[in-house]
């Protein structure tokens, strides 16, 4: 009691920071039964689902991959009595990308989305209904999302930023109680240019000429080409035809024997983005690893037994610590959750980005919540107080069996 009148002596002149502070040491009910609506009352963490989009400038000839980034955000209400809750109810989450309102002038995609994808889309508008800014959707999966964004990595002031901060707030009855930054990441630096360059076409004409030669393919005449309409490609959701190998497989399992003398890294960053934008940027590229450390090779990620976007390198296959799980069985790590029911990612970061990062901009959002940055592992980030009991690194079932038994609740 006294340690709250002092603190919100020295405080008074910040009224949210005081209810922090009050429902921070008000533990068991003290507060009433009246959550408190005020900054702080709840955390969100917002997060891309890939860590890097990539997307093609240019739709006028060929479309491998449309701009479409998906921006996600979980919601914690720190303050609903029983400890930390994961809400998807009663609560408004806006985003945007400050700096970036529109794409149009960016790329010809809305020009050419019609004969792609059969879209008759609104300018500035992405293939599932979202644009540069909006509410976001909650989603089956507890958390919200905005999905098929069609952010470019060219900003207003016409600067190329592959690591862009999006903005998110959340608003119940009308109050902001909580908002964060998170990079909205996103390249078209596809280098094909590096080996398909022939004097007189472009790049692309490049590769449906060789397409064309190799596969008995009429591809050139038929501009704009979408990949995707034959190579099955669970990125867009789109089924291919049968008999022909998916998109990735395809790529991977031709291009194997073609990379020269490139190692590492760079056998990779000749298609992914790349040289100039260093997609993997996360604690593992800082402690020496590469793409080949969790994708083992070219050949590999080309497997056609493999299901492209679903077969994926898994956090388990080289950590373990005794009493933590990691993902759930089926589950990518993007959806998978970990501490009762929080994302994964919510405390380590994207795929390529898990915290620390070596990209400042990834930092961003750890180090407001806790004043550093890495893992989320301050407590009080979502908790009131510091629990008494140990920190369970599993996904909740035995965890909040627990937590019902102490508190006699549920
Ligand atoms: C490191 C060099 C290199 C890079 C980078 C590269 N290619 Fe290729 N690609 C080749 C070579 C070599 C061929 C074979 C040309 C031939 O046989 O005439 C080829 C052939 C192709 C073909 C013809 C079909 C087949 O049988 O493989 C397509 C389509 C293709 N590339 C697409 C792409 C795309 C799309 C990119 C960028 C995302 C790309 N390539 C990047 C070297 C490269
Ligand atoms: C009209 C259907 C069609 C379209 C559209 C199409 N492809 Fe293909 N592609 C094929 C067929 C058929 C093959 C040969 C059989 C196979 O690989 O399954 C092939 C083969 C390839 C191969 C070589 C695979 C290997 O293992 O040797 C690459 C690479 C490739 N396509 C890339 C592309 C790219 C990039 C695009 C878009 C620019 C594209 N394809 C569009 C039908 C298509
Ligand atoms: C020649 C170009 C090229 C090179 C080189 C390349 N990729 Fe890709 N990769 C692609 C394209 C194009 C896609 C998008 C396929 C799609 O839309 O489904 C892709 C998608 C992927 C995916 C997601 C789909 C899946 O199969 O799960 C992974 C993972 C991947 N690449 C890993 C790698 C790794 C690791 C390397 C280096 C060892 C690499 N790639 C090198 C062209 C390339
Ligand atoms: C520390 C391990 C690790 C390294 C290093 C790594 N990846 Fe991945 N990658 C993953 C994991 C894990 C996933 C699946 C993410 C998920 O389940 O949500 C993934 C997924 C992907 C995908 C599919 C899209 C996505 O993000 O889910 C692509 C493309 C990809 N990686 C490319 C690369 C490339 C290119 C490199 C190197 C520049 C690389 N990865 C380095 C672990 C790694
Ligand atoms: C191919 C093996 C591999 C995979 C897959 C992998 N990691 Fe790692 N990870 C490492 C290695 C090696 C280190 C460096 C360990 C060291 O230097 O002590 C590391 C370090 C880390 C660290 C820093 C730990 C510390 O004490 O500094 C974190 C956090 C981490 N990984 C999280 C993840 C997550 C989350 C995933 C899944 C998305 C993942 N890792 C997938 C191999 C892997
Ligand atoms: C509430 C935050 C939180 C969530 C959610 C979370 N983790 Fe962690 N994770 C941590 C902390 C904190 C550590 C540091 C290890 C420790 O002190 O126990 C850690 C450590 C790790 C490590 C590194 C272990 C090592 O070798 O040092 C991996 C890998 C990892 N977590 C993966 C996951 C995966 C996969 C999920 C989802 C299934 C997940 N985490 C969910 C907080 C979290
Ligand atoms: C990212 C948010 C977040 C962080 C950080 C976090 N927790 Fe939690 N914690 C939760 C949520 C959500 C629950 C589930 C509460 C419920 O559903 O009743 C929970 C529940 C718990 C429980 C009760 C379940 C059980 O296992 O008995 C304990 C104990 C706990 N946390 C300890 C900790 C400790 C210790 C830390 C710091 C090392 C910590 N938590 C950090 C979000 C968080």
């Known amino acids: 009691m006294r340690r709250r009148t002092f603190l919100g002596a020295v405080l008074a002149f910040d009224v949210a920071i005081y209810a922090i502070l009050i429902s921070g040491c008000g533990g068991g009910g003290s507060s009433g039964s009246t959550p408190p609506v005020t900054k702080g009352s709840m955390v969100v963490f917002g997060y891309n689902d890939l860590g890097m989009h990539c997307m093609n400038q240019d739709f006028a000839e060929l479309c491998i991959l ?17 400890g930390p809750v994961i809400t998807t109810s009663g609560i408004v989450v806006n ?16 020009q050419y989305a019609g004969a792609l994808f059969g879209a008759n889309l609104p300018t500035n508008i992405g293939l599932f209904g ?8 909650a ?5 919200f999302w905005a999905h098929g964004v069609p952010l470019t990595p060219l900003t207003d002031a016409t600067a190329i930023d592959p690591f862009q901060l999006g903005h998110i707030s959340v608003t119940k009855a009308g109050i902001e109680v909580a908002s964060t930054d998170a990079v909205v990441p996103v390249s078209w630096e596809i280098k094909c240019d ?25 591809l050139e005449s038929q501009k ?3 990949c995707a309409g034959c190579h099955a490609d669970p990125a867009l959701g789109a089924a291919g035809h049968v008999g022909v190998s998916t998109m990735s497989s395809a790529m991977h399992s031709s291009h194997a024997t073609r990379m020269g003398g490139l190692t590492g890294i760079d056998i990779c960053y000749s298609c992914h983005p790349g040289p100039q934008t260093q997609c993997l940027r996360d604690v593992h590229k800082s402690k020496g690893l590469t793409c080949l450390n969790c994708h083992v090779s070219m050949a590999a990620v080309g497997d056609p037994s493999r299901t492209p976007w679903k077969d994926e390198p898994k956090c388990g296959t080289c950590h373990a610590v005794a009493g933590h799980e990691y993902e759930q069985t089926g589950v990518l790590y993007r959806d998978s959750v970990g501490h009762n029911g929080v994302k994964c990612i919510a405390c380590h970061g994207s795929p390529h980005a898990i915290g620390p990062s070596m990209n400042a901009r990834d930092n961003v959002q750890a180090i407001a919540l806790q004043g550093k940055a890495g893992t989320i ?4 980030v979502c908790h009131t107080s510091t629990p008494g009991d140990a920190f369970n690194h599993t996904s909740g079932s035995a965890g909040l069996k627990r937590l019902s038994a102490s508190k006699g609740i549920r």
């Open 66 to 82: 449309p701009p479409a980034n998906t921006l996600r955000a979980q919601v914690i209400d720190r303050t609903s009595g029983e």
């Open 224 to 226: 704009p080409v979408l």
């Open 377 to 380: 592992s301050k407590c009080t």
């Open 139 to 143: 989603t089956a999966n507890n958390d």
């Open 95 to 110: 985003y945007s990308i400050p700096g970036n309102t529109g794409s149009n002038t960016k790329t010809n995609f809305w």
């Open 130 to 137: 979202f644009g540069l800014s909006g509410t976001m959707q």
């Open 194 to 218: 590096n080996c398909h360059t022939t004097a007189g076409i472009s790049v692309a004409t490049d590769i449906l000429r060789k397409h064309d030669t190799k596969h008995g393919t009429t």
